[in-house]
């Protein structure tokens, strides 16, 4: 049975009972993202240690070159993302028909994705240049970047087809194929970073290199299983192919885009964030990134929920069950609260321990445990929001979310970080945790709006027809 196929709350049980089945549904669906975001995550880990092992140089060069492709990727994967709850919708409609002409049409806005981004990626000498890194540093971003293009078809397809695998709930898949991407980028970057097995050690570039290969490895490979899987014989890339539709291109776009700009406006704050705290020193700066990194850690598991209630509210509103749909996203947020309100409590009770555990600088450590005081406010609002944008994303509801997030995030956070941050007119100066206040002053404001967004929502009780 699929994971997304699980019986329907009868609505004469109690609502506990029904709230708890829901809750287990989630838990099958989201425990493979969980971990298939980790193995994501731990890539980028990889990356930056056995670089920072080869030299300062080849650390700042993949850094500055991941800063350039990541924002891109984001946006792309946003937009893709779309595929998720319109297959799911269509598996709970029971219109397989539907099926893979969607897949291929998110495989075509896949490959178009692909070839703007490895024109941008491989023409970022103007970029390089305003940035006046010094040359070596911008030769191994440039080389990076044009190593690691070589890989950008595989990972949007594997993107694409995250759609078709995770919209019909076999959510375990991809978990799989990126185990497997980052067991093999592990060994490549040893070989390629240092230079073994006879070839030339190429440092920063050699991490490049090796994220092309992982990828292409796990997209080969997760072609070869739907081609011979028994789970997908009736979802045959080549023999169920389908022509370019127009369109069901601009309805998949239609709900993508808005998706890909949220992930592409947060990515960038943060990124924002960063120059604005770097003129207050190297301490305040790197007890931020801490800061950062222990909450982007946490934030996988309410994440991987929300995408799990995204194909959930998809695949119930397809079935023809938007009660059930409705119970779910509304009792997710008591969920999502009780785990924020843990991580909360975690950063407030270990704050000594977590920055001990990064570095053994004691002004370092003094400024990351402040701002992990305000990082467990900052993750309450950020999980509530993250938990509503995702219901409302399986309502394929994404026009209006786009427009909260941006208004929160660049309206409400960013101004009012910067004025906490650097001056008084609010309270005296507050330095780095300004920001932290201001996002979660953000996140406050996305929160009650994507909340009354979501308790407002209707969906129509006959859908589009290319919506299924």
Known sequence: MDEADQPLPEVRKPLI?????????????GGPI??????????????????GHASAEDLAGVGIGSSLWMPLFLFFMGMLGALQPIISGYNGARTPSKIMPATWQGLYIA????????????????????????????????????????????????TALRGLTDGLGHTRVIMAFSVLSTLINL???????????????????????????????????????????????????????????????????????????????????????????????????AGHQIALNVVSLLFMLPLSIGMALTLRVSFLIGAGAPDTARLISRSSLILASATALVFAILLFVFSHGISALYTSDAEVQAVTIRLLMFAAFFQVADVIQVTCISALRGY??????????????????????????????????????????????????????????????????ADETLGG
Not at 34 to 51: E, F, H, S, Y
Request: net charge positive; aromatic share 12%.
């Open 17 to 29: 009972s029904r709230t708890l089945t829901e809750w287990k549904t989630l838990a099958i669906l």
């Open 34 to 51: 969980l971990i298939a975001q980790i193995a994501q995550m731990a890539n980028g880990v990889i990356d930056t240690v056995m670089a």
């Open 111 to 158: 490959s178009v994705g692909a070839i703007i981004m490895i024109l941008l990626l491989t023409n970022v000498h103007p970029v390089l240049e305003g940035l006046n890194l010094e040359a070596n540093t911008a030769r191994i971003t440039q080389g990076y970047l044009n190593a690691f293009a070589w890989g950008i078809p595989a990972l949007l397809l594997m």
């Open 187 to 285: 060994p490549m970057n040893y070989i390629f970073i240092y230079g073994k097995l006879g070839l030339p050690a190429m440092g920063g570039i050699g991490c490049g290199w090796a994220t092309s290969i992982s990828n292409g490895v796990a997209a080969i490979a997760l072609l070869t299983y739907l081609s011979r899987s028994q789970l997908y014989k009736k979802f045959h890339l080549i023999a169920d192919w389908a022509k370019p539709n127009v369109p069901l291109i601009r309805y998949i776009l239609s709900i993508g885009i808005p998706i890909g700009f949220t992930i592409f406006v947060e990515a960038s704050m943060f990124s924002v964030i960063a120059l604005f705290l770097a003129p207050l020193g190297p301490v305040v700066v």
């Open 396 to 461: 394929k509801d994404t026009g209006i979310p786009m427009l909260i997030m941006l208004f929160s995030f660049w309206g409400v956070g960013l101004p009012l970080g910067y004025v906490l941050t650097f001056t008084d007119v609010l309270a005296p100066a507050m330095g780095a945790a300004g920001f932290w206040v201001g996002l979660t002053g953000g996140l406050a404001s996305a929160s009650l709006l994507l909340g009354w967004r979501l308790f407002r929502y209707q969906p129509t009780a």
